[in-house]
């Protein structure tokens, strides 16, 4: 039997490990790196970081190989939080348990934070140390993943359909195609970098690419349903916000039991996808139950 | 006699047609496409890039090498001008002779687009064809590069640094400790990139970056300059805002009169250390005067 809280909280120490490095060399007084770390070394849920290393794993890779970019995934997300909790956007005063970025510091060091650590994620990329050309080939490609799913294609763009469709009535297709972009668009990347940097094949990559995709979509509904009936204290941000400002949910269109079958029908359909895996590949099994069994 | 207008003039329509390129194949009735677009095509300077192509040629390189990074520099400008705008941290209204972004679309839209941008530029220098692997490593070198001066350790920490002395007295050395992150940084990426690009020797690099630390505080110095005495309808933003602001300038600590002698005397110290080169720097030479002969 797989223990998946054991292997959640291994991988997490080494990515906080692995992030705490990374900012250790700056100058820790200012007031920027001290917004970024506030944020990133907040008591998140490690998910795209987490995902990295087990789509390695499952590829046969090993967990250094593919470090700085389940870092730079965890950055561009933490990115995503500060600047979409914003006045300007969510306005959202609680994150991980604490205020959030703006209101714990102030809007512009918030602004310019996140901007730091979008920035950063790319500057920890394309300074891995490779050691033979073909890896420097894939570290640049892994950027060209990276930057197409957190880009105007794919992340923003699911943040701007997302604040556009606030009081506006979406269908459960179009609500979809909004979450893959806002939310899928990073896991489905975080999931094909890590196993393009151990050299997965073409037809591995494109497994995890399906899986992805569903446990993707598994997340954001169980992020909506967490939304109504979730604990404030476990999650460490407020519940009850999307009902406030008329957000599309998977509960309010489809009703809370019809959603929660939804879910659980999405990760079948993900354990399915990997059959084809042998037990290298249990840790991305268990994540995809946690995903809709997760309390935060 | 070198024909500097013309040079200025042909390279911002190459690079004007490789930026509208990249971003043809958008979505462009999207309102944030729009957003980027709106501030990307704006009738910028476009010192950055221009400086770019001209270090590649410096070196005896090819435009078409560098085109991409030229275009990336110019995005991460921009989008660094659009954050800079927003009502947390300068609250401008006017920027390249249009109103700002937020004031075109709106705070959320602006700070999506600033993301967006940041984010496509890496999206473009890691999409690049390259031919053969040293060429990948190459531009695996100029991302780093580039994120390391766009970021907390560069441009955003003088921001960061702006901000937080408006209103208290500096004095010259820690007004130049400024500039250099905050403008000056990202103006040593432009030359460093295109000269590395076209496999530049590293004495090249050596005498481009201290060309580069010359013309990069020229630039600052005239920009405040032309703060307190420049034409607003040519400059296509606000003039006298400086001083509205209790912002640290040259003409305040220095006066105007020694302030001009100061951007004089780096612009000479800039073409001295280029007596290496050959007549192909020509074009850096004519850059370095009309860095502080603008008026815009």
Chains 1, 2 share one sequence.
Request: proline content about 3%.
């Amino acid at each position: 039997m797989f223990e998946l809280s054991a292997y959640i909280k291994k991988q997490n120490q080494q990515i906080n490990v692995a992030l705490e490095k990374i900012l250790h060399d700056s100058q820790l007084s200012e007031p920027i790196t001290e917004a970024m770390k506030y944020s990133l070394m907040a008591d998140g849920k490690r998910i795209r970081p987490v995902l990295c290393l087990a789509a390695a794993e499952a590829v046969g890779g090993k967990l250094q190989d593919v470090l700085p970019a389940a870092c730079a995934l965890e950055m561009i997300h933490t990115y995503s939080l500060i600047h979409d909790d914003l006045p300007a956007m969510d306005n959202d005063d609680l994150r991980r348990g604490k205020p959030t970025c703006h209101v714990a510091f102030d809007e512009a060091t918030a602004i310019l934070a996140g901007d730091a650590l979008l920035t950063l994620a790319f500057q920890v990329l394309s300074s891995v140390q490779y050691t033979d050309e073909n890896h420097s080939s894939n570290w640049l490609k892994v950027i060209q993943i990276i930057s197409t799913a957190a880009g105007y294609q794919g992340m923003i763009r699911g943040q701007m359909l997302d604040m556009a469709s606030e009081g506006r009535h979406l269908t459960v297709d179009e609500l979809k195609s909004m979450h893959a972009l806002k939310t899928g668009a990073l896991i489905e990347a975080s999931l094909l970098c890590g196993a393009l940097l151990v050299n997965a094949r073409k037809s591995q990559m494109e497994i995890l690419k399906t899986y992805a995709g569903k446990i993707g979509l598994a997340f954001q509904v169980t992020d909506d349903i967490l939304n109504v009936e979730g604990n404030p204290k476990v999650m460490g941000k407020a519940v009850g916000t999307d009902k406030l400002r008329e957000k599309n949910t998977y509960p309010a269109i489809l009703g809370l039991e019809a959603s929660r079958q939804f879910a659980e029908n999405l990760v079948n359909d993900a354990l399915q996808t990997l059959e084809v895996f042998d037990k290298k590949a249990d840790p991305l099994r268990a994540l995809a139950t946690y995903i809709i069994e997760r309390k935060r």
